[in-house]
């Protein structure tokens, strides 16, 4: 069990047996009455965001939650195939259950997968993801000075935008937090 006085960034709770991750968390203590904490927290089964608040001392549960490293091996329809690499077993995640994150998995991937009472729930990719440009509009020669950038397709569907320099077949290494072009891979 936590107590409010534990709250942080990132903590994941349980409430009324759902598992959720506290967003953003405030003390409270006006001048008269008892303390009180405001939360907002994310449903990690629905992605739903709560806006609960609790009485100071109040407790809540500890999830039953694991995060186990995974290799994305393929898609098939709205399915994404999954396998654990040390004993080999595989496991599939729904289209409903990536939370946008399927545009930046190619195969062989690694990422890590979050189970609730030993089911598959959701995954976090890396924080950084290499992919190459599959479609983009070529760069004019002596448009580098303004800084401009231009929308290219990644071979996962993801369109970035990404400096006038980049070209089609480059590979680039994109922050998957924001979206962003970070750099060319060599």
Do not use: C
Not at 3 to 12: A, C, I, P, Q
Not at 64 to 75: G, S
Request: net charge negative.
């Amino acid at each position: 069990m936590y107590e409010t006085s534990e709250f942080r960034r990132g903590l994941k709770i349980e409430i009324n047996g759902e598992p959720f991750v506290i967003i953003e968390f405030q003390h409270i203590k006006p001048g008269k009455g008892n303390a009180f904490t405001r939360t907002k927290i994310k449903s990690l089964l629905t992605g739903n965001v709560l806006e609960p608040t609790f009485k100071s001392g109040d407790k809540v549960g500890r999830p039953d939650l694991e995060e186990k490293e995974m290799q994305f091996l393929y898609r098939e329809g709205d399915a994404f195939h999954f396998m654990d690499t040390k004993n080999y077993e595989q496991q599939s995640l729904d289209i409903s259950q990536m939370q946008g994150n399927e545009i930046w998995l190619v195969e062989n991937t690694m990422v890590d997968v979050l189970f609730h009472n030993n089911k598959p729930i959701t995954l976090e990719v890396p924080t950084f993801v290499e992919l190459k440009v599959k479609k983009t509009d070529p760069g004019l020669r002596g448009d580098t000075a303004t800084g401009g950038t231009k929308p290219a397709t990644m071979e996962t569907g993801a369109v970035v935008s990404v400096p006038l320099f980049v070209n089609e077949g480059e590979r680039i290494r994109i922050d998957t937090r924001t979206g962003m072009y970070m750099e060319r891979v060599k």
